[in-house]
């Protein structure tokens, strides 16, 4: 019966939205309703148990950065974790843009993605231009909706950088929506809502970073500072902060740059974790919180399900 009413309601908002002026629009229609009762179209994956992560950062490195360790932890757990890159990066370069960037950059992600046993997307929207458009806003939803997420991440909407704002502001706006069968019908709304969670960051007007939770990430620090430094156009060659005089000019140069970019990144992690050792205390205890050396933090947004300290422990499954 759930079927046939979804079914219906798919085709009644179809043809609202598109006013079927044609009879080959009325048929795309049609095909779309048999799929839907044949299980043909979206068949939903099976529940194996898993949590279902699902990290939007504003261009291809932000995810890596700021949930590559806590990403991997997940992933090799055996949950499902993805990171999408909401703009393409083909600006973020001092010497090189557009298609070729934006192809590097899309390399370099999946290729540190992959390193850490998550799945990546990449959208095509230009580095920079990034808008909160109701076209986006839908974007978000069904990628949320796709994913069937657990937990949804991303910035908050006091960072420095446009595409950084406008992405928290897209996640926020889709921690409603996707809850909401009408909007979006084309993909089936979730029956509960995700967490959603804001990822670090050092701003402190009108608000500063306040973690609810900081995870410690010293068992893959070594996986995540070697999948970050795969991106060089980033972090070896500085992206647009970078210079010819300063690109490495042969293979000595550019292991030692290798070597700093990891280092940088290692006290980087190091930092996160002393200060915020209160927190690593609270839920590791105070001889294991102690002792942690890198971490990662997150702050729950009020917008999504509010999580008690409980059910944060079974969504970040590492404190025991």
């Known amino acids: 019966m759930n079927l046939f009413y979804n079914a ?43 949590l279902r992560i699902i990290v939007f950062g504003a261009h291809p490195d932000d995810c890596e950065l700021k949930a590559g360790g806590v ?21 973020g370069h001092w010497k090189m843009a557009g298609g070729p960037l934006a192809k590097r950059r899309t390399e370099e992600v999946t290729k540190a993605d992959e390193m850490l046993g998550i799945e990546t997307e ?9 808008m909160p458009t109701l076209e ?11 994913w069937k997420a657990d937990i949804v991440m991303s910035h908050r909407t006091n960072d420095y950088h446009p595409d950084h704002r406008y992405s928290g502001i897209l996640v926020q706006d889709a921690a409603f929506m996707v809850t909401v069968p009408f909007f979006c019908p084309d993909v089936p709304a979730l029956d509960r809502n995700p967490v959603f969670m804001y990822v670090s960051d050092g701003f402190q007007k009108p608000n500063p970073f306040k973690p609810d939770v900081v995870v410690g990430i010293d068992d893959v620090i070594e996986p995540k500072v070697e999948a970050l430094a795969v991106m060089e156009s980033q972090f070896l060659e500085r992206g647009v902060s970078g210079s010819e005089k300063r690109m490495p000019k042969n293979d000595a140069e550019h292991r030692e740059g290798q070597e700093r970019v990891k280092n940088n990144f ?38 999504g399900r509010r999580p008690s300290k409980d059910d944060l422990k079974k969504l970040f499954p590492f404190f025991e």
């Open 136 to 146: 986006n806003r839908r974007t978000i939803t069904r990628l949320i909706r796709d």
């Open 71 to 91: 990403g991997a932890m997940w992933a090799k757990q055996g949950h499902h974790v993805k990171f999408v890159s909401v703009t393409n990066g083909d600006i």
């Open 8 to 50: 219906g309601k798919e085709l009644y908002m179809r043809l609202w939205s598109l006013k079927c002026g044609t009879a080959i629009t009325c048929m795309a229609i049609v095909t779309l309703v048999v799929a839907s009762l044949t299980g043909t179209a979206g068949a939903a994956e099976p529940d194996d148990g898993k």
């Open 266 to 303: 290692r006290r980087r992690f190091q930092r996160t974790a002393d200060q915020h050792r209160d927190k690593l205390v609270e839920f590791y205890g105070s001889s294991r919180g102690g002792a942690v050396k890198y971490a990662e933090a997150f702050e729950i947004c009020e917008y």
């Open 122 to 130: 990449v959208l095509d929207i230009h580095d920079g231009e990034l």
